[in-house]
């Protein structure tokens, strides 16, 4: 249920109204608009929700029920788009912010020269996977803990916050003091105890759609973490499963409007891990912008052919600076900087 309060109601009037949610055994969730105030009505009480009741208080416009089973990250609860701040740089506003760098951290120098090469053409986070969720147990694993300490480093460095993979619960803490947004894989978007715990966190979070989850899988599982009181998630479409062998997934553009409407959470797109051969790259990157993008995460190596993990949807320096010079052409046509 939402309780939407007239327009410009005084806040003694949305004081009032919480108190009373409160007092029924439910809890708050405020979207306070410029103009409007919507409280959403969440959790289970044993006293039943009388609209009514709530229709009846000053400054109380009108009682809505939500119709979808994410209610929290729902736009029906929360009209306005939700804006992440990591370390001063903003996902979900205006910008188009791109997270580059490669897909495993695989030294400290490769980590270090990768960094300063995509801040240099623009990005604004960097990427790289120090925990590794690969499909052969004999393949590259990651560095783990000192491949953490080479990220924090490469920061140091640049000033770029660091975006990077959490695989298990248990190793949430440890990765909360090195990185500034916890990646959830797309093998990991229904590990629910993961999601429990980075929702505890606080940490800012990068969702990725399962490679078989439908838009309301994702955003159920959004709603785990955002029912443990963490408010900073992004979304990340990286492609699904179909029947199409030629490219690796099947990126879906429509996931990119529809996730936009449904939510108000920010939409990043992972053109890398869609189509997972590099010449696609710069053109999907630029369709996901022109399709109302937030960000994109691109994989970004000095020298792709011989990177230790996704190796063959990586793309070099050059190819990424002459992405970002594309994206910021669609990005000003539809409005919005890069
Ligand atoms: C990655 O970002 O390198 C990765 C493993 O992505 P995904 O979970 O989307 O496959
Ligand atoms: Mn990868």
Redesign the pocket.
Known sequence: MIVIMKPKTSAKHVAEVISQIEADGYQVNLADGDNQTLIGVVGESDKPFDPKKYEALPGVERVASVTVPYKLASREMHPQDTVVNVRGKVFGANKVQVIAGP??VESREQIIDIAHAVKEAGAVAL?G?AY??RTSPYSFQGHGEKGLQWLAEAREQTGLPVVT?VMDSNLVPLVCQYADVL??????MQNFALLHAVGESQHPVLL??G?SSTMEDLLMAAEYILSHGNNRVML?E??IRTFEKYTRNTFDLNAIPVLKHLSHLPVIA?P??AVGKREYVDALSRAAVAAGADGL?I?VHTDPEAAL??GRQTVSVPQFQQLMTHIQRIAEAIGRTA
Request: aromatic residues 0%; charged residues 40%.
């Open positions: 897909c495993s990427r996977g590794k969720p993979e990646q959830i894989g797309a093998r990991n990725k759609r490679m990340c990286r492609g992972d890398s891990h995460i994989e993990s996704d």
